[in-house]
């Protein structure tokens, strides 16, 4: 019997020794849930607002909001193809109507079981003097994402900073996942609409939603 204690020693030691090796290289149970996580790919609706014969806000120039925001939507499907942690999915992808009676923009990133929800849209009021961004949210887990994309966007657009504020629109209601609708500028303010029309400004625009996804998402 005492003869065998030395082998079972030596069985012992060696069997330490590979788990201490497999866990300082990585390959142990830990590391390759942590690999995992980091290596997820993440689903991001973008929802042009408008569309179709919802033409939305017209603008000071006589443009239409349904324009500008499948414009913007474009382009953060673009950028995001840098992106290989990012899938980003739009709900409409021409001048499409989508009925919001019955949901299809909510209904659209439930299905597709999305982790994000970015509505995109343009302001407008009767006085062209009112300016600025403001970003709407309604379920409290999304409140985080909507402070976030307000503050990228602002520092994107240089337009004022409005807040922002809590609305039971329906695109941020009836979604399953964190959800926020940002009004980029108002389009009846006529420098504002200038500037949210050339492809610079959308490109800064569509660069800061990347960015607060990013920030939400803890991938910075």
């Avoid at 209904?107 to 302001?123: P, R, T, V, W, Y």
């Avoid at 300016?131 to 976030?148: K, M, P, Q, V």
């Amino acid at each position: 019997m005492k003869k065998g204690v030395p082998i079972l020693t030596f069985i012992l030691s060696a069997v330490l020794i590979v788990l201490l090796y497999n866990i300082c290289s990585g390959n142990g149970a830990a590391s390759v849930t942590s690999h995992h996580q980091q290596g997820k790919v993440y689903k991001i609706v973008i929802d042009p607002g408008h569309g179709g014969k919802d033409h939305g806000a017209t603008g000071a120039s006589g443009r239409l909001e349904k324009d500008f925001t499948l414009q913007l939507a474009r382009k953060v499907e673009e950028l995001a193809k840098q992106e290989p942690r990012f899938e980003v999915y739009l709900t409409r992808t021409d001048d499409g109507f989508l009925s919001s009676i019955d949901r299809e923009r909510p209904e659209f990133a439930n299905q597709l079981g999305a982790d994000l929800f970015i509505s995109i849209h343009g302001n407008t009021y009767e006085d062209p003097s009112v300016s600025g961004t403001e970003t709407y949210y309604y379920h409290e887990d999304s409140l985080s994402l909507a402070e976030i994309m307000q503050k990228h966007m602002v520092q994107a657009n240089g337009f004022r900073d409005r807040g922002v504020k809590k609305e039971d629109f329906f695109v941020v209601k009836d979604t399953n996942m964190p959800a926020v609708l940002i009004e980029m500028g108002y389009l009846t303010n006529p420098q504002e609409e200038k500037e949210m029309l050339t492809e610079e400004v959308q490109y800064r625009m569509a660069n800061s939603i990347l960015d607060g996804i990013k920030e939400v998402l803890k991938l910075t």
